[in-house]
């Protein structure tokens, strides 16, 4: 969609969501935004505003379906939405000990459940319109398994194919569906990273290639190409080769 007019963002508080909310800021733009610190979404609530957008925000868990279906239908019915965000997510730290059952839930729980819990509300509402967009966070981590990140891996593979499965369905409703698969980003995700991230991406530079690739309607935003193209390569090899090499990478804390 060119110019969207209306819309929700999760994960809006802080790093990527953030970064996005703040470049689709301007006059004549409704920003509906979630996330779950209050004082740090409240604060880029007010930074769009200051850039003439409307704001309402919403101090919400992703994993409480029930409670942000509800906002997000209360919202739609206002300002019917042109374009959701589905961008909230956590990663894990796994080194050493493996990924604790209860770590793997939270990551899948967030990752997964959070952006079903997101775009499972508007679909209908879209395609009952015959208009809309709908952007799902996924990660060049989504085209492997990477040891040290199984859990983030496998939910952003999730994410992934199931958007990509879900576009050709939803486009013969009118309703656009993209995948975003981001290298590194600078965030509060990546800050917990104590490992050289090659080619790390301010976020408002991000945000604005998620931009131009939602308004050209892009199946699948991956970026930075060398990364995604090296992503790809590693995923094609056999396990045999690359596995020791994938074993010595650097893991997160
Ligand atoms: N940074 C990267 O290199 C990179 C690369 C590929 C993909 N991604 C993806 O990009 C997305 C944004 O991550 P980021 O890098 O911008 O990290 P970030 O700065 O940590 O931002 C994560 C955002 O998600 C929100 N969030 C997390 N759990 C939530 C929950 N249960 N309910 C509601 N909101 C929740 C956070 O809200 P609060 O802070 O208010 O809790 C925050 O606004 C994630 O899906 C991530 O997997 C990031």
Redesign the pocket.
């Known amino acids: 969609m060119r110019q969207p007019k209306a819309i929700l963002i ?9 970064a996005l909310a703040r470049c689709y800021a301007a006059p004549r733009i409704f920003l509906a935004l ?4 209050v004082e ?2 409240a604060a880029v609530a007010r930074a769009c505003e200051s850039r003439g957008a409307r704001v309402a925000t919403c101090t ?4 409480h379906g029930a409670g942000l279906a509800a906002w997000i239908e209360t919202i739609d019915q206002q300002e019917p939405l042109d374009l959701v965000i589905a ?5 894990g730290g796994t080194a050493g000990g493996g990924e604790s059952a209860a770590q793997l839930r939270r990551i899948i729980s ?2 997964v459940d ?1 952006v079903l819990n997101t775009v499972l509300p508007v679909i209908p509402r879209m395609v009952a319109r015959g208009r809309g967009q709908i952007a799902l ?5 989504s085209f492997r398994g990477f040891p040290g990140a199984p859990a ?1 891996c496998a939910s ?1 593979a999730l994410v992934r194919v199931w958007g990509e499965s879900l576009r050709p369905d939803l486009a013969q409703k009118g309703v656009q569906v993209s995948v975003i ?10 800050a917990a990273n104590d490992f050289p ?1 090659p080619l790390l991406m301010p ?1 408002d530079r991000a945000a604005a290639i998620i931009r131009r690739g939602l308004a050209r309607n892009k199946a699948r935003i991956a970026f930075p190409w060398p990364i995604y193209a090296l992503t790809r390569l590693i995923a094609a090899l056999p396990a045999g080769l690359i596995e020791p090499l994938l074993a010595r990478l650097p893991r997160k804390r």
């Open positions: 999760t994960g809006a508080s802080s790093g990527i969501g953030e979630v996330g779950r610190d740090r979404l919400a868990d992703v994993t961008n909230a997510g956590v990663s967030i990752n959070g966070m996924s990660s060049l981590a983030y952003k698969c981001p290298g590194y980003v600078v965030s509060r995700m990546t991230m976020a």
